[in-house]
DNA sequence: CAGTGGATATCGTGT
DNA sequence: ACACGATGTCCACTG
């Protein structure tokens, strides 16, 4: 990672034509070959940038400028650096980043569908998050008020797979002698209709979460189907 | 704007709950507040962000590290970065920029319309692009088939304004004996439906202008109304 | 209505 | 079905 301050102006040629004036500001030149401008603003967004793959050609411009011309490698769109002075340049060498680990949604929904598992009914109780099986774990096992075991698949956005993947945690759970009856619960964002009428058909019941309800809000909002 | 290279892990809650293991990045904070860490990789796009407005509050985390806690002011979300080691630390000052200026679709479309002037009809010949008025410049001054002047005001999104000025011109441009009579063309990708009304009704023929198809793919794709 | 800024969402693509 | 990358677009907000 190379981070140039310097004064320069730009111009790119692609999608659409874009100029810059000379200013100071930050030229990040990654690893990857991507170049990003940024100014000292508008948080993370560049005030101009090019994807890789592209190629940096630097030479000698007029009035001993320099001028940096990146060139996208399949598009042939062009950002042009006219740099009259740098200020700084330095270059990093960090390596291969592990990456983001998003805890994300399902995981946030699982946590807080668990905290409030009265959301799916009156008389509801937690029995355990990630409830262990020999084919992986469910997201929640619980009992209803009548003392029926639920099994709970927790989906962003639910589709085919999961309404699977929940029938066979039901099978198998519904092998065990101290649980059965299993009945299952399909909980996500938003629900896809093939998968609702699947998980219908199988006895499954469909719950739509509200994110924003969950998170404490108004604990109201779920609809039940 | 301050530039920070350091071993660090960093975790986020807010929208959703994120984490980054501990590895050599880019801290990018900027005078607008805004903090975003980045890989060498993934083009412009930083690992995780806070948008401002935000604080940042310092202070010593164990084993030596130091624990960084950008805070939204509105939301509340969190980005914590746990500081392993700081291999490098400048600030710079670079000021306000002076902005992208987008010369964008609306001058491109003028030059390819120009270069491509027969796709507004049969025998048409380029007088001038920029052609000059005491009121401003004339996007492209063409003539027809029969030799008739034609005045073409070009947008990218064809308003009332647009209409307005194309007719400020041709009323300027109808008191040139030389030139006289002079059409009008109002060309633009789209074309909202008061200003297609005010054009019609002042005599003064719309086109809707194909980007693609201008670019050289097909120049049959222009439609004329 | 025009101009600006922000998107951890959403979409599309590729596997 | 899923993961990843890109949005140079789109929308929502402001004045």
Redesign the interface.
Same mark, same amino acid.
């Given at each position: 990672?190379r981070?140039v301050?310097a004064r320069c102006s730009v111009d790119y040629v692609g999608r *659409?034509?874009?100029?810059?004036?000379m200013?100071?500001?930050?030229i990040?030149m990654?690893? @990857?070959g991507?170049v990003?401008i940024?100014?000292?603003?508008?948080?993370?967004?560049?005030?101009?940038?090019m994807?890789?793959p592209c190629t940096v050609r630097e030479k000698p411009g007029e009035d001993g400028t320099s001028v940096w011309t990146v060139t996208h490698s399949k598009s042939g769109e062009q950002l042009i650096l006219t740099i009259e002075e740098i *200020?700084?340049d330095?270059s990093?060498?960090?390596?291969?980043?592990?990456?983001?680990?998003? @805890?994300?949604?399902e995981?946030?929904l699982q946590e807080l569908l668990a905290k409030h598992i009265t959301t799916l009914g009156e008389g509801y109780t937690l029995i355990r998050r990630e409830y262990p099986t020999a084919i992986g774990p469910v997201d929640i096992l619980c009992r209803d008020g009548n003392g029926t075991t639920v099994a709970v698949e927790i989906k962003r956005r639910g589709e085919i797979d999961g309404v699977e993947q929940l029938t066979r945690y039901l099978e198998l759970l519904n092998r065990d002698p101290t649980l059965r009856p299993v009945r299952g619960v399909f909980a996500a964002q938003e629900i896809r209709p093939q998968a609702r009428v699947l998980a219908t058909d199988r006895g499954i019941a469909c719950v739509t979460l509200d994110y924003d309800a969950l998170r404490g809000i108004k604990k109201d909002e779920m609809t039940l189907f």
């Amino acid at each position: 990672m190379r981070l140039v301050i310097a004064r320069c102006s730009v111009d790119y040629v692609g999608r *659409l034509t874009a100029h810059l004036p000379m200013a100071p500001r930050l030229i990040l030149m990654k690893a @990857d070959g991507s170049v990003s401008i940024h100014a000292d603003d508008r948080a993370y967004k560049p005030l101009n940038w090019m994807n890789p793959p592209c190629t940096v050609r630097e030479k000698p411009g007029e009035d001993g400028t320099s001028v940096w011309t990146v060139t996208h490698s399949k598009s042939g769109e062009q950002l042009i650096l006219t740099i009259e002075e740098i *200020l700084h340049d330095s270059s990093h060498e960090l390596g291969v980043d592990p990456g983001l680990r998003k @805890d994300g949604v399902e995981a946030h929904l699982q946590e807080l569908l668990a905290k409030h598992i009265t959301t799916l009914g009156e008389g509801y109780t937690l029995i355990r998050r990630e409830y262990p099986t020999a084919i992986g774990p469910v997201d929640i096992l619980c009992r209803d008020g009548n003392g029926t075991t639920v099994a709970v698949e927790i989906k962003r956005r639910g589709e085919i797979d999961g309404v699977e993947q929940l029938t066979r945690y039901l099978e198998l759970l519904n092998r065990d002698p101290t649980l059965r009856p299993v009945r299952g619960v399909f909980a996500a964002q938003e629900i896809r209709p093939q998968a609702r009428v699947l998980a219908t058909d199988r006895g499954i019941a469909c719950v739509t979460l509200d994110y924003d309800a969950l998170r404490g809000i108004k604990k109201d909002e779920m609809t039940l189907f």
